[in-house]
């Protein structure tokens, strides 16, 4: 393994111990503020660990970015697709209510579990749907801390099965479109992203 794959990874664990360490310590309130902080940190390490990079990367990239900005911008404002939520404090900076960071995360999220799915199957249409699949049970796991982080939360606090339904077929898309561009990106740092958002908030399942 490459010194820069070694290095990347430990990041990606240090900043996931840490995190979980600080929401469970008196610190809590200060940990969730740098959540725009670590997963802007775990797409970059996602960024220069790709084995090239071109114009074609950034539209690949763009996909999920700007279908995860309209599909949020339609459901916190006009509780369409996803329901009525509204996002909180802890996610940073927002437009049209929607935190920046969140559509960087569709994308992030889109580009790991692309990679999963390819390990899978080399069937493009298996690997559209089992990243679509994958993407939604990881968001299963995360709706149950997000309002305790003040992440997002939904109108009387129950999570609609709409939400779920909604979040597939987007990531359909989101999966159809980016893996059409066949990015050349860094499975073994896929993997261990997907991993640690993954313990993360299987975590905080427990505690």
């Not at 970015?65 to 996610?91: I, P």
């Not at 692309?114 to 990243?131: E, Q, V, Y």
């Amino acid at each position: 393994m490459a010194p820069k794959t070694k290095i990347s990874i430990g990041l990606l664990w240090l900043f996931t111990l840490s995190g979980i360490i600080g929401i469970l310590s008196p610190a809590k309130d200060w940990f969730l503020m740098l959540t725009p902080l670590n997963l802007g940190l775990s797409f970059l390490i996602i960024a220069i660990n790709l084995k090239g990079f071109s114009k074609f990367t950034v539209h690949a990239f763009a996909i999920p970015f700007l279908l995860g900005f309209l599909t949020e911008a339609l459901g916190v404002n006009y509780g369409l697709l996803f329901g009525a939520y509204s996002y909180g404090a802890n996610l940073g900076f927002k437009i049209m209510g929607v935190p920046l960071i969140i559509c960087i995360n569709w994308c992030m999220l889109t580009i790991v579990t692309a990679d999963l799915a390819k390990f899978m199957t080399h069937n493009k249409w298996l690997r559209i749907g089992l990243g679509a699949l994958i993407m939604t049970l990881l968001d299963v796991i995360i709706e149950v801390s997000a309002p305790r982080f003040d992440f997002w939360e939904f109108e009387g606090g129950i999570v609609p099965l709409q939400n779920y339904l909604a979040w597939f077929a987007i990531a359909g898309l989101a999966h159809l479109g980016y893996q059409s561009y066949a990015i050349d990106s860094q499975s073994k740092i896929s993997f261990h992203v997907f991993a640690s958002i993954f313990v993360f908030f299987a975590v905080f399942l427990i505690f």
